[in-house]
């Protein structure tokens, strides 16, 4: 499993099915034509990897944004056969931790060998962790060889705002919640992103309480107590779809 602070690795699958299971029945029962599917905030792409095979009958445009360069360096770079590295010190991490230049292996490595896979939040050695990663590294070619159609760009949500006929999936910071990489995150600013994108495409977010405005909850994980960007809830992982 790769690692990635308050990614989907773990419920990925399950979220993937309902967006289409219910992107084609609206599909279906409104005469909406799905002409692509996008992630803008992409991350390590715990939703993303079952996406393609799910809609493997369907001709779609597939896209994916993040705000961290380095990540979209890193699925580019793999999409083209980049090997990601099966081993790394605390020397290699602190470098590349210093380093102001976005790279695949800061990507890779910034989220892989981090403590809860906070973007270079502490070399896991230091806390008693195992250092292989191979299996991360296996995992990440692995999944890029599932998404080689997806186009990777680096960028705000926004860059998508001229999307029409998407289905649009968001896992941005909660509410409430740190940023993944500590800038702050205007959360009133993205729901109404969200609902006016709405009007053109099929929008769906993750989140632990219900979005302002017409969004349905269509997904709901068991209850059980975790901790997300430096917020700790008890609460159950929901989806929402704005209508």
């Not at 219910?22 to 992409?42: L, R, S």
Request: proline share 4%; with cysteine.
């Amino acid at each position: 499993m790769t690692s990635y602070h308050g990614g989907k690795q773990r419920i990925g699958k399950a979220l993937a099915e309902v967006i289409y299971d219910v992107a084609t029945e609206v599909a279906e029962d409104d005469d909406f034509v799905i002409k692509g599917y996008c992630e803008p905030f992409c991350g390590m792409l715990g939703v993303y990897q079952h996406i393609p095979d799910l809609f493997d009958d369907h001709k779609l445009k597939y896209k994916a944004g993040d705000t961290n360069e380095s990540v979209i360096k890193m699925w580019n770079a793999a999409q083209k056969g980049w090997k990601p590295p099966t081993t790394c010190d605390e020397v290699q991490y602190d470098r590349l931790k210093a380093s102001k230049t976005p790279s695949a292996i800061k990507g890779f490595v910034g989220h892989q060998c981090s403590f809860g896979g906070i973007f270079f939040g502490g070399f896991i050695g230091r806390y008693g962790k195992s250092t292989s990663i191979v299996t991360s590294a296996d995992k990440v070619r692995r999944i890029a060889s599932e998404v080689d159609g997806v186009s990777f760009t680096h960028g705000s949500y926004t860059q998508f705002s001229r999307l029409k006929g998407f289905i649009i999936y968001c896992d941005p910071p909660y509410a409430g919640t740190q940023c993944r990489y500590g800038d702050r995150f205007d959360t009133d600013k993205f729901w109404n992103w969200c609902r006016k994108m709405s009007k053109d495409n099929l929008v769906f977010v993750s989140e632990y309480s219900k979005p302002p405005g017409d969004a349905v909850e269509v997904y709901r994980s068991k209850s059980r107590p975790t901790k997300a960007f430096g917020k700790k809830t008890s609460g159950a992982e929901k989806m929402f779809m704005y209508e």
